[in-house]
């Protein structure tokens, strides 16, 4: 219990702490405004979708392919 414990609170100390990339929509929306605020997180955002379905696509590939070998080996 007392691991389980210690995993509960590094995983919402991780959870709550910003990241670079909130550090940086931050840091751009203080120093050059909203609007480079609202830029840079669109951009962060955007990037994150791309990323994601790019690994999805990349998942269900592989496991395509997997199972197209298991065919041919049977």
Known sequence: MPNFLL????SVAITL???PDNLQVLARGISQGRL????????FASGVIFHT???ALGIATLRCCVRRRSRFRR
Do not use: E, N, S
């Open 17 to 19: 702490a910003p990241g």
């Open 53 to 55: 379905t790019l690994a």
């Open 36 to 43: 480079a605020g609202v830029v840079a997180a669109c951009g």
């Open 7 to 10: 995993f509960l609170a590094a």
